[in-house]
Every structure is written in structure tokens, then in C-alpha cells.
């Protein structure tokens, strides 16, 4: 009869896991734009980013996902991650080729700062099997305040958004109280992870709670594409985005 896995053996997997979905979020993000711009392309709508800086800035994605995954200097490239998507998320805001509604831009960049957390997070050393080097405390702890950053504009999203609360309210019991509810436990979440306190607590609610909001909210794909028009393949990568910071939380709720 084999042997149950002990806690640590759990939480480490769990830990890679995480790592695992970080290190390859790049890989789908990629993807997913491509799919998005071929989308567009049938009616003649532009990129976020400019062409010729699209390839270069998808090369660098690709590039810094191939040495993480191989865990060749792991922590340089996940830097290196960080500011391509930092650089990129800015180049698409400013340069205004695409309209967005503004509730759909909170969605989308709230999401993107979520991500360089994660991989400054992932830079700091955390969630290594064998760490070699000290982790980086400053930059776990400044990836902690993007995931906060997250967090807050979710609690944002959920009292000014009308297209957000719907999504929600069309999934939850209890209505508008649980609604509230929800509101504040984010709010929690987003102090914890701003000031530091009980930072993997509350990384394992939010990796309880994450999946759900996948399941239930973002891959509710005919709402947000049939009822509020976001195209398929921007929903699509927003919901690896999702995944990608369920990634950072669970490395945070193991190793934290």
C-alpha cells in the first residue's frame, strides 16, 4: 500500500505547480494575442502595439519563457519578464490604436500589473525546490503590493462597474450582501498583501478563491463576449492572465 504524501511534499508540489504555470504564462500570452490580432484582422482593427514593435516585444516574452522554463538563470529572466510586460502593457496604453471601455482597461491592466508581481515574486527566489542563493525579500515584497494593487482595483471593478457586478451577481447566491462580502474580502486581501501581514494566508484564500472566479466569472464566455462584447480571444488571455496570478498566489500560500 503506498505511502500517503507527507504536508511538505504537498505544499512543494504545489509550490512548482505555481512555478510552473508562471514560468510558461508568457508561451499562452502570446498566443493568445496572435489569435486576438487574427480575430481582428477580419474587420480590419489594429493591434494594441504598433507592428513592428510587436514582434520584438512577443520574441522578448517568448525568449524570457524559454529560459525559465528550462530554469536557466531563473530569477534574471523572470526580471527580464517583468519589464518586457511592464514595457508592453505601457506601450498598448499609450498608444491608444484600440478603444476600450473603461471598465474593460481596469480589467485588462489590473491584470497585467498582477503578472509582474508574480514573476518579481518568482524573481525574488521563492518557490524554488532548491534555493541556492537568499531569496530577495524587496522583491517579493514589491510584487506582494502589484498583487495588492490587483486586488483593490478588483474591489474598484465590483463597486463602479456595472458590467462586473453583473457578471458576479448572475453566478452568486445571497445577491447584492454577498456581493459586499466579496468586497471586502478582497479589500482584506489587498491590505495583507500591502503591508506584508499574513501574506501567506491570505495568498492560499486567494488561490481557493481564484478558481472559482475562472470557472464561474471569467469563463462565462457568453456574457463577456455575446452580452458585453469583449472579443474571444481578449477574454482568452485575460483569463490566462487569471491563471497566471493563481500561479503567484500559490507559490506565495507554499513559500511565502
Same mark, same amino acid.
Given at each position: %500500500?503506498?505511502?500517503?504524501?507527507?504536508?511538505?511534499?504537498?505544499?512543494?508540489?504545489?509550490?512548482?505547480?505555481?512555478?510552473?504555470?508562471?514560468?510558461?504564462?508568457?508561451?499562452?500570452?502570446?498566443?493568445?494575442?496572435?489569435?486576438?490580432?487574427?480575430?481582428?484582422?477580419?474587420?480590419?482593427?489594429?493591434?494594441?502595439?504598433?507592428?513592428?514593435?510587436?514582434?520584438?516585444?512577443?520574441?522578448?516574452?517568448?525568449?524570457?519563457?524559454?529560459? %525559465?522554463?528550462?530554469?536557466?538563470?531563473?530569477?534574471?529572466?523572470?526580471?527580464?519578464?517583468?519589464?518586457?510586460?511592464?514595457?508592453?502593457?505601457?506601450?498598448?496604453?499609450?498608444?491608444?490604436?484600440?478603444?476600450?471601455?473603461?471598465?474593460?482597461?481596469?480589467?485588462?491592466?489590473?491584470?497585467?500589473?498582477?503578472?509582474?508581481?508574480?514573476?518579481?515574486?518568482?524573481?525574488?527566489?521563492?518557490?524554488?525546490?532548491?534555493?541556492?542563493?537568499?531569496?530577495?525579500?524587496?522583491?517579493?515584497?514589491?510584487?506582494?503590493?502589484?498583487?495588492?494593487?490587483?486586488?483593490?482595483? %478588483?474591489?474598484?471593478?465590483?463597486?463602479?462597474?456595472?458590467?462586473?457586478?453583473?457578471?458576479?451577481?448572475?453566478?452568486?447566491?445571497?445577491?447584492?450582501?454577498?456581493?459586499?462580502?466579496?468586497?471586502?474580502?478582497?479589500?482584506?486581501?489587498?491590505?495583507?498583501?500591502?503591508?506584508?501581514?499574513?501574506?501567506?494566508?491570505?495568498?492560499?484564500?486567494?488561490?481557493?478563491?481564484?478558481?472559482?472566479?475562472?470557472?464561474?466569472?471569467?469563463?462565462?464566455?457568453?456574457?463577456?463576449?455575446?452580452?458585453?462584447?469583449?472579443?474571444?480571444?481578449?477574454?482568452?488571455?485575460?483569463?490566462?492572465?487569471?491563471?497566471?496570478?493563481?500561479?503567484?498566489?500559490?507559490?506565495?500560500?507554499?513559500?511565502?
Amino acid at each position: %500500500m503506498a505511502a500517503c504524501p507527507s504536508r511538505k511534499q504537498m505544499l512543494r508540489f504545489l509550490s512548482q505547480l505555481g512555478a510552473f504555470i508562471l514560468t510558461r504564462f508568457g508561451f499562452w500570452n502570446c498566443f493568445s494575442m496572435l489569435m486576438l490580432f487574427a480575430e481582428r484582422a477580419d474587420s480590419k482593427r489594429k493591434p494594441d502595439i504598433h507592428v513592428p514593435y510587436l514582434y520584438v516585444d512577443m520574441g522578448a516574452a517568448v525568449l524570457c519563457s524559454s529560459f %525559465m522554463t528550462f530554469g536557466v538563470k531563473r530569477r534574471w529572466f523572470a526580471i527580464a519578464a517583468a519589464v518586457q510586460l511592464a514595457v508592453s502593457t505601457y506601450a498598448s496604453y499609450v498608444g491608444e490604436q484600440v478603444h476600450y471601455g473603461e471598465w474593460l482597461k481596469v480589467r485588462m491592466y489590473s491584470r497585467a500589473l498582477a503578472i509582474i508581481g508574480g514573476f518579481l515574486i518568482l524573481a525574488s527566489g521563492a518557490g524554488e525546490v532548491y534555493r541556492q542563493k537568499p531569496r530577495s525579500r524587496s522583491l517579493q515584497s514589491t510584487g506582494q503590493v502589484f498583487l495588492g494593487v490587483y486586488l483593490i482595483c %478588483m474591489v474598484y471593478s465590483l463597486q463602479h462597474s456595472q458590467e462586473d457586478r453583473q457578471a458576479y451577481l448572475n453566478h452568486i447566491m445571497g445577491g447584492e450582501i454577498t456581493l459586499v462580502l466579496l468586497e471586502v474580502l478582497f479589500g482584506v486581501l489587498a491590505l495583507a498583501f500591502l503591508s506584508g501581514w499574513y501574506v501567506r494566508l491570505a495568498a492560499q484564500i486567494l488561490a481557493t478563491v481564484l478558481p472559482l472566479v475562472l470557472l464561474l466569472i471569467d469563463g462565462n464566455m457568453n456574457y463577456w463576449h455575446h452580452t458585453r462584447k469583449v472579443e474571444f480571444w481578449n477574454q482568452m488571455k485575460l483569463m490566462g492572465h487569471n491563471v497566471g496570478v493563481f500561479g503567484a498566489a500559490l507559490i506565495l500560500a507554499t513559500d511565502g
